[in-house]
């Protein structure tokens, strides 16, 4: 039987297509695509880094492997993605002004740190 040699079988995917949960991303394939595992099953989502912490959205579930969608940030947990969205845009300002701070050190004088 399929089920004996390691495999999963049909019945005993932990993921549905529409599933939504938190997972570390624990490497990156040879495509590009970061690699988590829920239960041992193995999804594949793009756009991610290895260690990133996000919320997924299962979109497709085939014999062993899934795919998914990152639809938030990791750090909320339990929230629901639309919360872990409004959250994420808070930063995205904050970072807008970090990057105007910069222009204004730019304009000191540089300072020579290497000793010839």
Same mark, same amino acid.
């Given at each position: ?75 909320? =947990?339990?929230?629901? &993605?639309? %919360?872990? +969205?409004? !959250? /994420? #845009?808070?930063?995205?300002? $904050?970072?807008? =002004?970090?990057?105007? &701070?910069? %222009?204004? +050190?730019? !304009? /000191? #004088?540089?300072?020579?740190? $290497?000793?010839?």
């Amino acid at each position: 039987m399929y089920g004996d040699r390691g495999g999963f079988q049909r019945d005993n995917v932990p993921i549905n297509a529409g599933d939504e949960f938190e997972v570390t991303i624990e490497a990156v394939g040879a495509k590009g695509d970061g690699i988590a595992k829920k239960e041992g099953f193995v999804i594949f989502v793009p756009g991610v880094q290895k260690g990133d912490q996000v919320r997924i959205k299962v979109t497709k579930v085939l014999r062993k492997v899934g795919f998914a969608e990152v639809v938030g940030s990791g750090s909320g =947990e339990g929230q629901p &993605a639309e %919360e872990a +969205a409004s !959250e /994420e #845009e808070t930063p995205k300002e $904050e970072a807008k =002004e970090e990057e105007a &701070a910069p %222009e204004e +050190a730019e !304009e /000191e #004088e540089p300072q020579d740190s $290497e000793d010839f």
